[in-house]
């Protein structure tokens, strides 16, 4: 398969509250990968009822829909968010950071070159996490450097416990049902119950959250986050 082959298929918009910006954005990246179609939006209400058709959505802070589940475990047809920043706006590791709490799966601005662009869409449908590299090093450390409590300190039950040392790993749904002898609606329940527990949003910052409050041993890692280049 080439590179471009997996995004061809791709269901995905640009929301952008200045309609140049997104149909700019658009217009290149499909430029660059030829049967690559992007839809475009100035609205949030738009953006919205689109959501059930979309694989990705690329939008501005300001407008990306509020209470979505972006990427969701218990919902595999649930689409991934990718946070378009501005690189000359104030503080882009707060901007980064921000946008992963909400939900997303990568930031990059919003002037990023269609190549990068094109890039970033790969690296998050294939499971990953993608940052700028230069903001890379402190969203880490901010990450993992909250205060939480200790895993033996919440109500988390022996299997729920294993749920999220599974998911810390980087194990889908599918792999830990087997592992566990369980079905995957069970391990979808247990690992709802454990990210509400924990206030996490994705496999990532539970993760982060095992690795920056477990003290006995170290978490394994999840999926990785990524700042490498086209």
């Known amino acids: 398969m080439t590179p471009d082959a997996d995004l061809e298929t791709l269901r995905g918009m640009v929301l952008h509250r200045q309609r140049l910006v997104a149909e700019a954005m658009a217009a290149a990246v499909e430029a660059a990968s030829p049967g690559l179609v992007l839809e475009t939006a100035t609205s949030t209400a738009i953006a919205r009822n689109a959501l059930s058709r979309l694989q990705v959505l690329l939008s501005d802070a300001s407008s990306v829909p509020t209470g979505v589940q972006w990427g969701s475990p218990d919902d595999p ?69 909250s205060p939480r409590l200790a895993v033996d300190d919440l109500d988390l039950s022996p299997r729920e416990r294993t749920v999220l040392d599974l998911v810390a790993a980087g194990q889908t749904n599918r792999e830990i049902a087997a592992l566990l002898h369980l079905s995957p609606n069970t391990v979808r329940t247990h690992r709802q119950r454990v990210f509400r527990k924990i206030d996490a949003h994705s496999a990532v910052q539970a993760a982060a959250w095992l690795r920056g409050s477990r003290t006995e041993r170290a978490a394994r890692p999840g999926p990785r986050l990524r700042s490498d280049q086209p």
């Open 77 to 145: 047809d649930s689409a991934l968010y990718i946070a378009l920043g501005d690189a000359d706006g104030p503080d882009p590791v707060n901007q980064t950071l921000s946008a992963l709490r909400a939900g997303a799966s990568a930031w990059l601005p919003a002037e990023a070159a269609p190549e990068l662009v094109l890039h970033v869409l790969q690296v998050v449908a294939r499971g990953d996490m993608w940052v700028p590299l230069d903001v890379l090093g402190i969203v880490m450390q901010r990450l993992v450097a």
